[in-house]
């Protein structure tokens, strides 16, 4: 009888030291599992939180892929990106779609986890690596009922993720990082709004008129002139149909690096709207800004654009010019305005009917 008894304290105590053990590897677990979610949702930009997800979790969790997979129908996320002079190639794990309908068969109904064999047919356009994959998880990115995108884990242990599996976990961090991510979007629109064109990066329109208006008053006040340079993307429509919108806003972003590289830290630069691009030139001759025009459109020329894998295309711009000096007594600066823009956008298009690749000047 004391036999039976002492025997079955060992084995109590020898119980629960393994639920000591047991205990101590679930709250290192825990532990783990919440800093990883303060990482993801520290990330101070799409590009950090991008790192977070497809590397660290990769690495955290010892998967051989992690794939973040967003839709983007209007290719917003990809202009932040741009706008912050990111390139998409810098994160291959990261997809952008359109839709996510044709991704795989499960997203046509994924408002849980769904966990189970790697099928070639069903999720190689979602894991384009050359490991091995044999598990998959696909966890939804869900917000406010919406499908925003999905986080795809691939495994090449064909039980790490089974279907009998708990969901739970991987359903809340799906939670984690569809917050995570419409915030870190929502960050990134603010940076670029207000005054700011989020794909160039160059002032928007509304600073343009509060700057023209600012520079007119100026020149009458010191009575000198005000040039506005009128700057248009040749045949930007071609780039659109030949090579698709996001090698168009490839095209449009490059033409306002370029330009920028030959405006002065005086001047006022501004996207103007679609493949327009305005420069202000305060206290400046019609001379010496056709002199910067040519410098301009000689850079835009120089160097061909690669606007797909392996295609180049040469751009070019043609600039239309004017000039106006308000006189001391001129109260209609908004008249002025409108006159001097006028003047550029003829000139720019007789430099359009001219050939393209050119400049024309208004005479004032």
Not at 133 to 141: D, Q, T, Y
């Amino acid at each position: 009888m004391a036999r039976d008894t002492e025997s079955e304290n060992r084995e109590l105590r020898a119980r629960i030291a393994e639920l000591k053990d047991e205990a101590a590897k679930n709250e290192r677990l825990l532990k783990r599992n919440q800093e990883r979610e303060f990482e993801i949702l520290r990330a101070e930009s799409l590009p950090h939180l991008f790192d977070v997800i497809c590397r660290r979790l990769r690495e955290s969790y010892g998967l051989d892929s992690v794939v973040l997979v967003l839709s983007d129908s209007q290719h917003e996320i990809r202009h932040l990106l741009l706008g912050e002079q990111v390139r998409l190639d810098q994160f291959p794990e990261v997809i952008f779609v359109d839709s996510l309908t044709g991704m795989a068969p499960q997203f046509t109904s994924l408002l849980k986890p769904w966990l189970g064999p790697y099928m070639g047919p069903d999720h190689q356009l979602l894991f384009r690596s050359q490991h091995a994959i044999r598990s998959v998880a696909l966890i939804p990115l869900r917000r406010q009922d919406k499908l925003i995108g999905c986080l795809a884990f691939g495994s090449s242990d064909e039980k790490r993720f089974s279907r009998h599996l708990a969901t739970d976990f991987l359903a809340h961090l799906g939670v984690m990082v569809a917050f995570a991510v419409e915030n870190a979007i929502n960050r990134a629109r603010l940076v670029r709004s207000g005054l700011t064109d989020f794909l160039t990066g160059w002032h928007n329109r509304r600073y343009l008129q509060a700057r023209l208006m600012e520079e007119l008053a100026k020149a009458r006040r010191q009575g000198t002139s005000l040039v506005c340079l009128l700057i248009d993307l040749d045949r930007f429509k071609e780039i659109n149909d030949e090579h698709g919108h996001l090698a168009g806003d490839v095209a449009l972003r490059e033409v306002a690096l370029r330009v920028d590289a030959q405006v002065r830290s005086s001047d006022a630069a501004a996207r103007y709207g679609g493949d327009e691009f305005v420069v202000l030139l305060p206290d400046a001759t019609l001379e010496q800004a056709r002199s910067l025009a040519e410098r301009i459109r000689e850079a835009v020329v120089a160097t061909p654009l690669e606007v797909a894998a392996g295609v180049e295309r040469k751009l070019s711009v043609s600039i239309g010019m004017a000039a106006v000096a308000p006189a001391k007594d001129d109260s209609d600066l908004k008249g002025a305005a409108e006159r001097l823009f006028s003047s550029a956008d003829a000139a720019l298009y007789r430099a359009k009917q001219a050939g393209r690749n050119r400049v024309e000047a208004e005479s004032p």
